[in-house]
């Protein structure tokens, strides 16, 4: 392994301390009251060095939320390749990030009554913090099995289910695979 790439592996490795403490603390105890000082004791890593890593408390919020939709993309990318047809994959894909979702630590602590709206934010308001990202990635993995317009509209009911579930999850795939349906 050459030296860059040993430094951009420890960088990684270092990156994913931080987020991963993150995580921890908002799970406990809410974004509202993460601070950075908290941050550093939790995952060993200078506090100057978070801010010269991640930048401010937004910016750390921001790499939270992007690690996650990563990992839900990732999710729905192996159901898609898992599954041949579109209908099927589509499915197989809302269904597994729904009930990951549910379980989610992070969306859980966000989402939980009497949170705060830091992250809530970047959730629902921010359009290229979930939507825009999910949308365009979705758009790569599907090509042109599918329209914009599709896909725009499952990832928004999906989305909606994340975060307001007021059905199970079987129940959200259905209506959701119906809606795809109708796109035809």
Same mark, same amino acid.
């Given at each position: 392994?050459?030296?860059?790439?040993?430094?951009?592996?420890?960088?990684?490795?270092? *990156? &994913?301390?931080? #987020?991963? !403490?993150? /995580?921890?603390? %908002?799970? +406990? $105890? @809410?974004?509202?009251?993460?601070?950075?000082? =908290?941050?550093?004791?939790?995952?060993?890593?200078?506090?100057?060095?978070?801010?010269?890593?991640?930048?401010?408390?937004?910016?750390?919020?921001?790499?939270?939320?992007?690690?996650?939709?990563?990992?839900?993309?990732?999710?729905?990318?192996?159901?898609?390749?898992?599954?041949?047809? *579109? &209908?099927?994959? #589509?499915? !197989?894909? /809302?269904?597994? %990030?729904? +009930? $990951? @979702?549910?379980?989610?630590?992070?969306?859980? =602590?966000?989402?939980?009554?009497?949170?705060?709206?830091?992250?809530?934010?970047?959730?629902?308001?921010?359009?290229?913090?979930?939507?825009?990202?999910?949308?365009?990635?979705?758009?790569?993995?599907?090509?042109?099995?599918?329209?914009?317009?599709?896909?725009?509209?499952?990832?928004? *009911?999906?989305?909606?289910?994340?975060?307001?579930?007021?059905?199970?999850? +079987?129940?959200?795939?259905?209506?959701?695979?119906?809606? =795809?349906?109708?796109?035809?």
């Amino acid at each position: 392994m050459s030296v860059p790439a040993f430094y951009a592996e420890l960088r990684e490795l270092r *990156l &994913e301390r931080l #987020l991963d !403490a993150s /995580v921890e603390i %908002v799970a +406990e $105890v @809410g974004w509202e009251a993460l601070s950075m000082t =908290a941050v550093s004791k939790r995952s060993g890593v200078p506090r100057q060095s978070i801010y010269k890593e991640v930048g401010t408390k937004a910016d750390l919020g921001r790499a939270v939320v992007d690690r996650e939709v990563g990992r839900f993309l990732a999710l729905a990318g192996e159901e898609l390749a898992a599954h041949p047809d *579109l &209908e099927t994959g #589509l499915a !197989a894909a /809302v269904r597994r %990030v729904l +009930e $990951v @979702g549910r379980a989610n630590p992070v969306l859980q =602590a966000v989402l939980r009554p009497g949170h705060d709206a830091g992250l809530l934010t970047l959730l629902t308001v921010d359009p290229d913090a979930v939507l825009g990202q999910v949308t365009d990635a979705v758009m790569a993995l599907l090509g042109d099995q599918a329209s914009v317009a599709m896909v725009d509209t499952v990832v928004r *009911l999906m989305i909606s289910h994340l975060v307001q579930s007021t059905v199970p999850v +079987e129940d959200a795939v259905m209506r959701i695979s119906r809606v =795809a349906a109708a796109f035809g």
